[in-house]
């Protein structure tokens, strides 16, 4: 099978920003700062035994783990995946880790890694459930370490943000499964992946079909149900290509992005790489106007006027810690 580069390196962009050097400290090690003690026990307390498995505890104060995308950017230098993000939740109270995995991995590789590294963070805390916060293909790794690693009954509640729940067409493409149009030429992007890929070509067309629309409908939804204890959350991003447009209300692509926009034109609103309707995945809490890369605050903290992840993730945080907390969209 004969990729093409550029859509080969956009759909690894995608998906991505993960970084093993954007992460500080070991794998799923909690970040700086005292949380306050998680109300785990108050979850299981009065527990009826034999229902406490069963019945889904959802938004309470309980740990927020982020799960980042795929590979990439290794060489950009020390950023954190969401940028910045981990220490304005830790500061704002909440327990928070990170969680890495291999950057160029296939979804059931990466889950069975994040599996241990959720293990150990349950040790650590003694909290007995998670709040799941993942971006892009993190979310599928998430979904497949609840469904078919049936760790349902340790996850409260599962966020993504923009993960292709149904693919990206960007990856049918990249892989010649549907024809298309390669626009644009990433070789600044091709140089800085090459750096990520420790795997061959082949772990990254194993990968890169994973993200397919193909994979995902056919192969990877239909077994990996929505576990009835888990509440799954979804949010999408916008955006668009007019400079002109209002900046309050409306995203400019990242140039790093544009390509993967033209590819998707006609299949309604995306991020650049994944649409909103692909984005969706049980309660759609709405969308904002960012590119895949604005999303996490990348790169080094730049989005549009109309959007503040920082602020994004600390509303995102108190909703998933306190049932009483709005929409953080
Ligand atoms: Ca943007
Ligand atoms: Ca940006």
Do not use: K, W
Not at 53 to 78: K, Q, Y
Not at 154 to 162: E, N, P, Y
């Amino acid at each position: 099978m004969r990729l093409d580069r550029t859509a080969l390196a956009l759909s690894l962009a995608i998906f991505s920003l993960g970084c093993s050097a954007a992460m500080e400290g070991a794998p799923g090690e909690r970040e700086q700062g005292v949380g306050p003690a998680t109300e785990a026990d108050e979850v299981e307390e009065g527990d009826e035994a034999d229902e406490a498995d069963v019945e889904a505890v959802g938004r309470t104060p309980l740990p927020i783990v982020l799960l980042h995308g795929a590979a990439g950017f290794d060489r950009i230098g020390p950023l954190d995946y969401y940028f910045r993000v981990a220490d304005d939740l830790v500061d704002a109270g909440h327990d928070v880790f990170t969680t890495e995995v291999s950057p160029l991995q296939t979804i059931d590789v990466r889950a069975g890694q994040l599996a241990e590294q959720i293990d150990a963070i349950l040790d650590e805390t003694d909290a007995g459930r998670v709040h799941l916060i993942a971006h892009s293909q993190g979310g599928l790794d998430a979904r497949f370490l609840v469904s078919s690693l049936g760790y349902g009954d340790r996850v409260a509640t599962l966020t993504t943000i923009s993960t292709p729940h149904r693919g990206s067409r960007v990856a049918d493409i990249a892989l010649g499964i549907i024809p298309g149009p390669i626009e644009n030429t990433l070789g600044f992007l091709i140089d800085l992946l090459v750096g990520a890929v420790d795997g061959t070509e082949q772990d990254v067309v194993d990968q890169l079909y994973q993200l397919t629309e193909e994979y995902q409908v056919n192969t990877f939804d239909p077994a990996n149900p929505d576990d009835p204890r888990v509440e799954y959350y979804s949010v999408a991003g916008v955006t668009q290509l007019n400079p002109f447009a209002n900046p309050f209300e409306n995203d400019l692509c990242d140039p790093l992005l544009v390509a993967g926009f033209a590819l998707l034109h006609g299949t309604g609103a995306n991020d650049g790489l994944v649409t909103v309707e692909s984005a969706q995945r049980g309660v759609l809490l709405g969308t904002m106007p960012a590119d895949h890369l604005d999303e996490v605050g990348q790169l080094f903290g730049t989005t549009g006027l109309g959007f503040d992840h920082r602020e994004f993730y600390l509303d995102l945080a108190a909703f998933v810690t306190d049932p009483d907390a709005p929409s953080p969209l």
